[in-house]
């Protein structure tokens, strides 16, 4: 007999708007008689395996709305990263607790968890649905246009640039800003939609898409520096040299790891001030301040994109409408239709899960250090509407008179 329970659950990192597709999710289910139960699972996989779960049909609406509206997981997260053994204490949680639709809202780990229990389950011969609900900030998903919680941290990058660029030109000097990607460049491609006027910054925008050579940075640097007498840098964390050892690393006395074994990218400010410290000793520019983003682009509630708000509520219910009327698991996908507007597509889990997406090179300009007008054309709709602007004064020069 049909138990009509349901889990939903979200994994990595935080965003601005996932939680409007966990909102998506139970609203949406709501609406089912068949449903008689929507639970949440705690902090992600970690939740599930620990039984820590909540009853979310006993949510009311409006705080569900609220909540939607409230930036990081309020479900709370994790970073495990589950192998067919940890997979296997999920799917016993799932059985135990008759869960016949399972929800993971996350990235590229999450998609590759939801596939090895889908087929746990499809080898046990149990009737359970699993959908995994994209998020990411990096936007590296495959099969997407975009992921939701990118425009959100893309319109932060956007904003923070435009600020830091007026903030350089009011008090001349370098400036360089390292924010998060450790193999996709979008984030960090998104600083070039704060330029407003031909000599803004960033003059320079460095991706994990191609080889980083310090030589050429420095002379890069030089070159911009001597044209404008400033210069603005967006770097990514994950810039790396030809044999894709990170730059961090090679520059760092001391390397950090994180749970995964790679090199500690994130939450750390060792990349800008080993680039600055670099800049002011062979350069000699006495005026060099570097900043990491961290996790500040990831859940900012001052500047959330309205078209993430809605396409990531909209994820989540299409998750629950896949999983009613569908017949097979899958991952929900963002397809641009038009100059903008989208649809939703279900998508095999083995397409998705374990891949990731990089920035196209038709995004990338020749040179490697800034971006094409495909990408601003691409992007621009993504950060919603509302997006704040510069302008400067337009000095009449008076005559000297002393001629000093």
């Given at each position: 007999m049909?138990?009509g329970?349901i889990?939903?659950?979200?994994g990595?990192?935080p965003?601005?708007v996932?939680n409007q597709s966990?909102a998506?999710v139970?609203?949406e289910?709501?609406r089912?008689?068949d449903v008689?139960?929507?639970?949440?699972?705690?902090h992600?996989?970690?939740?599930i395996?620990?039984e820590?779960?909540v009853?979310?049909?006993?949510?009311?609406s409006?705080n569900?709305e609220?909540?939607?509206a409230?930036?990081s997981?309020?479900?709370?997260?994790?970073?495990d990263?589950p192998?067919?053994a940890?997979?296997?204490e999920?799917f016993?949680?799932l059985?135990?607790h008759?869960?016949?639709?399972?929800?993971y809202i996350?990235?590229n780990?999450?998609?590759d968890?939801v596939?090895?229990?889908?087929?746990?389950a499809?080898?046990?011969?149990y009737p359970?649905r699993?959908i995994h609900?994209?998020?990411t900030?990096?936007?590296?998903?495959?099969?997407?246009?975009h992921?939701?919680?990118?425009?959100?941290a893309?319109?932060?990058?956007?904003?923070?640039?435009?600020?830091?660029?007026l903030?350089?030109?009011?008090?001349?000097?370098?400036?360089?800003?390292?924010v998060?990607?450790r193999?996709?460049g979008?984030l960090?491609?998104?600083?070039?939609?704060g330029?407003k006027f031909?000599?803004d910054?960033p003059?320079?925008?460095?991706?994990p898409e191609?080889?980083?050579?310090?030589?050429?940075f420095?002379a890069?640097v030089k070159?911009v520096?001597?044209?404008?007498?400033r210069?603005?840098?967006a770097?990514s964390?994950?810039?790396?040299?030809?044999?894709?050892?990170?730059?961090?690393?090679?520059?760092?006395k001391?390397v950090e790891?994180?749970?995964?074994?790679n090199?500690q990218?994130?939450g750390?400010g060792?990349?800008?001030?080993l680039?600055c410290?670099e800049i002011?000793?062979?350069?000699?520019i006495?005026?060099?301040?570097?900043?990491t983003?961290?996790y500040?682009?990831r859940?900012f509630?001052g500047?959330?994109s309205d078209?993430?708000?809605r396409?990531a509520?909209?994820?989540?219910?299409?998750a629950?409408q896949f999983?009613?009327w569908?017949?097979r698991?899958?991952?929900?996908?963002i397809?641009?239709t038009?100059?903008?507007s989208?649809?939703?597509?279900?998508?095999?889990?083995?397409?998705?899960a374990g891949k990731?997406?990089?920035?196209?090179?038709?995004?990338?300009s020749?040179?490697?250090?800034?971006?094409?007008?495909a990408?601003r054309?691409?992007l621009?709709?993504?950060?919603?509407s509302?997006?704040p602007?510069a302008f400067?004064l337009?000095p009449a020069?008076?005559?000297?008179i002393l001629?000093?």
């Amino acid at each position: 007999m049909a138990s009509g329970k349901i889990l939903v659950a979200q994994g990595g990192g935080p965003t601005a708007v996932i939680n409007q597709s966990l909102a998506g999710v139970v609203l949406e289910a709501r609406r089912f008689r068949d449903v008689t139960r929507v639970y949440g699972a705690l902090h992600g996989v970690r939740g599930i395996i620990n039984e820590d779960l909540v009853d979310l049909t006993r949510e009311t609406s409006q705080n569900l709305e609220m909540v939607a509206a409230t930036p990081s997981s309020a479900l709370g997260s994790t970073r495990d990263k589950p192998d067919q053994a940890y997979c296997a204490e999920i799917f016993k949680v799932l059985c135990a607790h008759e869960i016949e639709q399972f929800y993971y809202i996350g990235g590229n780990d999450s998609s590759d968890t939801v596939r090895i229990v889908s087929e746990q389950a499809q080898a046990a011969g149990y009737p359970l649905r699993c959908i995994h609900i994209p998020k990411t900030i990096d936007n590296d998903l495959v099969g997407n246009d975009h992921t939701p919680g990118f425009p959100s941290a893309a319109r932060f990058v956007a904003q923070a640039f435009a600020g830091a660029n007026l903030d350089n030109a009011a008090l001349p000097g370098v400036y360089v800003g390292v924010v998060m990607g450790r193999h996709a460049g979008f984030l960090t491609a998104a600083s070039a939609l704060g330029k407003k006027f031909p000599d803004d910054g960033p003059h320079l925008i460095y991706l994990p898409e191609r080889v980083f050579s310090l030589e050429q940075f420095l002379a890069d640097v030089k070159a911009v520096y001597d044209r404008y007498g400033r210069c603005v840098i967006a770097v990514s964390e994950g810039i790396h040299d030809a044999t894709g050892e990170p730059i961090a690393s090679l520059l760092a006395k001391e390397v950090e790891h994180d749970a995964h074994g790679n090199v500690q990218l994130s939450g750390t400010g060792a990349l800008a001030d080993l680039l600055c410290d670099e800049i002011k000793a062979r350069l000699g520019i006495k005026r060099v301040r570097g900043d990491t983003f961290g996790y500040l682009q990831r859940s900012f509630i001052g500047c959330v994109s309205d078209v993430d708000q809605r396409e990531a509520r909209e994820v989540g219910e299409k998750a629950v409408q896949f999983a009613m009327w569908g017949d097979r698991d899958g991952s929900v996908a963002i397809k641009r239709t038009g100059f903008y507007s989208v649809d939703y597509q279900l998508l095999p889990l083995s397409d998705v899960a374990g891949k990731t997406r990089v920035m196209e090179d038709e995004f990338i300009s020749a040179s490697g250090t800034d971006v094409t007008d495909a990408f601003r054309m691409y992007l621009r709709p993504l950060l919603g509407s509302g997006m704040p602007d510069a302008f400067r004064l337009r000095p009449a020069p008076v005559e000297k008179i002393l001629k000093r």
